[in-house]
């Protein structure tokens, strides 16, 4: 049986990585949000957030919509029901490996 | 790595912390209070469309705070189920107000009904945050809440006629002034906060 360690060594990258998190984590505690406030809540550039979202979105993880509202664009992000599951699961993970690496010793092997 | 809960908070709370959006709100409660006690006559025509334009003014003034935020930081609709939280909660609170607004105009209550409706309002807004996502950003609600409590109680303990000695002639009166002006401090509170919690300044990052 792997140790915690070896747990969180296999964490799924696309979503572990900090930002991508960030971004899904936000997003599944909400309907949809746009990209301004993604990029306030998470403080990446323009050009950051944008390759993350993309990511995502090949992943299948999230869906854009574009759109104008009046003259400006906006883009709307929301989590696909494949992107919630994964963020849900990932935390589970996360709280899993929190608990059992407290519980953790080299004895327990 | 963001803090989870701090995510969550301001993506469930983002309306709340909009705290600009209340500041007329609440200065067109205590305005109204203000102006109607400042009535020596029964209110005329002219001073009924005066408070009137001055409180749409106020109205107006929220409107355009709201869309400088939709500006600056941007659009993040609720869930289904905060939705329907907030719908259940604006329904119910707004009868209940109704019949504490009732209560205060038609009985001589030693508290007031409409203090602790808005002192109530206060805590719900941090009872649904800490139910959604976490209430430690909103520790100054219940704090808020309890200055209502205690100013909707005074009557009760020790202070009976307390509006008097501030010019009122009405506890009703006094009370929505001070709400008013609480409803402002909680606006104020929520917008500083949001600022902290949304710095504008990006950080790159490897992508």
Do not use: A, E, R, T
């Given at each position: 049986m792997p140790n915690p360690f070896e747990e969180l060594a296999a964490l799924d990258r696309l979503v572990h990585d900090p930002a991508r998190l960030a971004i899904l984590t936000a997003l599944a505690a909400c309907r949809s949000a746009d990209f301004t406030f993604l990029l306030r809540l998470t403080g990446l550039t323009n050009g950051n957030l944008s390759s993350h979202l993309a990511r995502l979105e090949e992943a299948g993880l999230v869906q854009l919509e574009r759109r104008f509202i009046g003259k400006r664009p906006n883009t709307l992000i929301q989590l696909t029901s494949r992107g919630r599951a994964t963020v849900n699961r990932h935390w589970k993970v996360l709280d899993s490996l929190r608990k059992s690496t407290r519980d953790w010793s080299p004895d327990s092997e | 790595m963001q803090d989870q809960r701090r995510i969550q908070f301001v993506v469930t709370s983002f309306s709340y912390l909009q705290g600009l959006t209340a500041v007329p709100m609440g200065l067109a409660l205590a305005l109204a209070a203000v102006w109607a006690n400042s009535l020596t006559r029964r209110a005329g025509l002219n001073d009924v469309l005066i408070i009137s334009a001055a409180v749409i003014g106020l109205m107006l003034i929220a409107w355009r705070f709201s869309r400088y935020y939709e500006h600056e930081f941007g659009r993040a609709l609720a869930t289904p189920e905060a939705r329907w939280l907030d719908l259940f909660t604006s329904v119910a609170g707004g009868l209940l107000a109704l019949g504490a607004f009732w209560l205060d105009v038609a009985k001589s209550l030693p508290f007031s009904a409409v203090g602790l409706m808005c002192a109530l309002s206060l805590l719900i807004v941090f009872l649904r945050a800490a139910w959604l996502a976490t209430g430690r950003y909103l520790l100054y609600y219940p704090v808020l809440a309890a200055l209502g409590i205690l100013i909707s109680l005074l009557p009760l303990i020790?202070?009976?006629?307390?509006w008097t000695t501030l010019g009122f002639r009405s506890q009703l009166l006094g009370v929505c002034t001070a709400m008013g002006l609480l409803f402002v401090v909680a606006g104020i509170w929520g917008h500083v906060l949001l600022i902290r919690l949304l710095p504008r300044a990006g950080r790159a990052q490897d992508a």
């Open positions: - | 020790g202070l009976p006629g307390w």
